[in-house]
DNA sequence: TCAACCTTGACACAACCGTGGTAAGGTTGG
DNA sequence: CCAACCTTACCACGGTTGTGTCAAGGTTGA
């Protein structure tokens, strides 16, 4: 049976057990099961759950909130109507030419996947992971 | 004194003029002020709080969420933090070469975008207004 | 002037969130 | 077999959300 228990999960990640099953009921880190039910914490759920508390931490947001967020990124017709409803804001089009704003969009996505890319470097996880043997 | 005030407009809206201050906390709909401190909205404002209402209704969101999506919007950094963390999904780079996953993400936001410059023709938000006279 | 608005602030209250605990029962490994 | 885990399903309980109402005071317009 390779993988951590929750309890050992919860002791090299700092969550409560409890809230595990929190996070996983919020659709943020489901770990595989053993034939009889049992979480099985991997390497990539470890690591998940631990920048998972410094993504929380740093920026003051609930679990609830990044719940939201990974609904709207499952959900582009969701995330599409909010994010019209967001740019429809009182704001002159003339003020910024459509065309510009556009490309100004699109450059800020290209620089966001850019940096993505960079940290995804797919070694990177497994190895910070202290219970990995 | 042009433009409704708190009541006019929570009658034409359907919000509740306790609802309306609510709306302005949360951040999402901030009517401009007359000089002794008034509300005054205007066919802007009235249209955004339609389509607010519209919004929440069909897919499900609260004010919170919605509020939560606008500081993410502002917030470039939380922003990028948050769909770093979400991208970092457990899924073998192996399944879906690098390369392919970033074009189809970008295709994504362009499409996002066209249909954006699509529905933000200017004229239409003013028109629909029933006050506008 | 005066009724009918507006403002902010407070109290209230049901419903939900985050979190812990406990109970009843299954799994595991020595 | 048995201790020590695991599972789900509840109760609890303070904090936040969404919403109403009320109070004390300022503004407006006939």
């Known amino acids: 049976m390779d993988g951590l228990t929750i309890q ?4 090299t990640t700092g969550w409560s057990s409890r ?3 929190y996070v996983e009921r919020e659709g943020l880190i489901a770990p ?4 009889s039910g049992y979480r099985l914490y991997g390497p990539e759920e470890l690591q998940r759950l631990r920048t998972l508390r410094g993504l929380l931490e740093r920026h003051g947001l609930s679990l609830g909130e990044v719940g939201f967020a990974l ?8 995330e599409r109507a909010v994010e019209l409803w967001l740019e429809a804001r009182p704001r002159r089009p003339e003020d910024v ?5 556009l490309r100004f969009e699109q450059e800020k996505h290209q620089r966001l996947l850019a940096e ?3 940290l995804t470097t797919p070694a990177a996880e497994a190895a910070t992971t202290t219970t990995t043997t």
């Not at 050992?8 to 002791?11: D, T, V």
């Open 32 to 35: 595989r099961r053993s034939v």
């Open 116 to 118: 993505a890319a960079q």
């Open 19 to 21: 809230m595990l099953r």
């Open 8 to 11: 050992e999960a919860a002791e």
């Open 71 to 78: 609904r709207l990124s499952r959900d582009p017709d969701m």
């Open 97 to 101: 030419p459509a065309k510009d704003w």
